[in-house]
């Protein structure tokens, strides 16, 4: 059973910064490719972020030059670097990741339970 599980959330001032974390478990041999969402209240999920197994980045354009996307392979961690927050910034923050079998396949994607982001003006 693989799971994708996020932290790091929490409530900031505009203007500050948060990381967060999505890490896969269970038996795995690396996460492949690895998006971030994030839905604001009353309002659709969208796609904020994604890196692909080669760590080529994209951004929806809302966060290009504020948020950054990482990966470390050998934690299985997937990280968000989120600065100069702004308030349409608040939202759950979720995390999906299609992973590398040790079988050599791919397997996903899998949603982490998400994390809560609130930026407070």
């Known amino acids: 059973q693989v799971q994708a599980v996020e932290s790091g959330g929490g409530l900031v001032q505009a203007g500050e910064s948060l990381r967060l974390s999505c890490a896969a478990f269970?038996?795995?041999?690396?996460?492949?490719?690895a998006n971030w969402y994030r839905q604001a209240p009353g309002k659709e999920r969208e796609w904020v972020v994604g890196?692909?197994?080669?760590?080529?980045?994209k951004y929806v354009d809302s966060v290009k030059g504020r948020f950054t996307i990482s990966r470390d392979n050998a934690k299985n961690t997937v990280y968000l670097q989120m600065n100069s927050l702004k308030p349409e910034d608040t939202g759950v923050y979720y995390c999906?990741?299609?992973?590398?079998?040790?079988?050599?396949?791919?397997?996903?994607?899998?949603w982490g339970q998400g994390t809560q982001v609130t930026v407070s003006s």
């Open positions: 999906n990741v299609v992973i590398r079998t040790v079988t050599g396949g791919t397997a996903g994607p899998y």
């Open positions: 269970g038996i795995i041999a690396s996460i492949n490719d």
């Open positions: 890196i692909n197994s080669l760590g080529s980045t």
